[in-house]
């Protein structure tokens, strides 16, 4: 059985910093591409960064600079690290795990709301 365990959501004020953690269990953790993604109220689901097995990042535009991935294969964890959060950051946050011609998983999700 696959689970993506997303943890370290929660509020903070606007230029604050989270680490988000997702644990992965029932799946080769060394041989997917790990993902953040974001969901706010009244929107679509939208990619935040991407870490590849051989850990190359992709980031969207919005978080350039100020968010960073990271994934440690021993632990079966990809972490998201967020710095100078911004009220419009606020969304839940999505763990997401792809490796091509397997199904594509995702985790609870965890809330992040950040104050002005």
């Known amino acids: 059985q696959v689970q993506l365990v997303e943890s370290g959501g929660g509020l903070v004020q606007a230029g604050g910093s989270l680490r988000l953690s997702c644990a992965a269990s029932?799946?080769?953790?060394?041989?997917?591409?790990m993902g953040w993604y974001r969901q706010a109220p009244g929107k679509q689901r939208e990619l935040v960064a991407t870490?590849?097995?051989?850990?190359?990042?992709n980031y969207a535009d919005s978080v350039k600079g100020r968010f960073t991935i990271s994934r440690d294969n021993a632990k079966n964890t990809v972490y998201l690290q967020m710095n100078s959060l911004k009220p419009d950051d606020t969304a839940v946050y999505y763990c997401?795990?792809?490796?091509?011609?397997?199904?594509?998983?995702w985790g609870q999700g965890t809330q992040v709301t950040v104050s002005s």
């Open positions: 029932g799946i080769i953790f060394s041989m997917n591409v």
């Open positions: 997401n795990a792809w490796r091509a011609s397997r199904p594509n998983y």
């Open positions: 870490i590849s097995s051989g850990g190359n990042t």
